[in-house]
Nanobody
Framework: QVQLVESGGGLVQPGGSLTLSCAASGFPFGTLLVNWYRQAPGKERELIARILPNGRFTIDVDSVKGRFTFSRDNAKNTVFLRMNTAKPEDTAVYFC?????????WGQGTQVTVSS
């Protein structure tokens, strides 16, 4: 079965940290670019970062630069998003995404709420 499953979301205090995971199955994971997106309430889904098969990444949202890091473990078919110095504006549903065999694949999302 081809799927992406996010986990690790929850409530975090402002200034706190959280690690999200995205586990893949059914893909040739080690060859694929994986993206992290987020969608805040009332806003469009936005691309946060792209993680290359070799683990390098590019960040597309200026507000997370210096606070979010991204990594992957190809042996475990998993990519990670590490959120540091969380801010209330990081509150959103976080999704991972990949494109394979001419199709887009999305996880179900994981909710992150930054609040005291």
């Amino acid at each position: 079965q081809v799927q992406l499953v996010e986990s690790g979301g929850g409530l975090v205090q402002p200034g706190g940290s959280l690690t999200l995971s995205c586990a893949a199955s059914g893909f040739p994971f080690g060859t694929l670019l994986v993206n992290w997106y987020r969608q805040a309430p009332g806003k469009e889904r936005e691309l946060i970062a792209r993680i290359l098969p070799n683990g390098r990444f590019t960040i597309d949202v200026d507000s997370v630069k210096g606070r979010f890091t991204f990594s992957r473990d190809n042996a475990k078919n998993t990519v990670f998003l590490r959120m540091n110095t969380a801010k209330p504006e990081d509150t959103a549903v976080y999704f991972c995404h990949t494109y394979w065999d001419l199709k887009n694949y999305w996880g179900q999302g994981t909710q992150v709420t930054v609040s005291s």
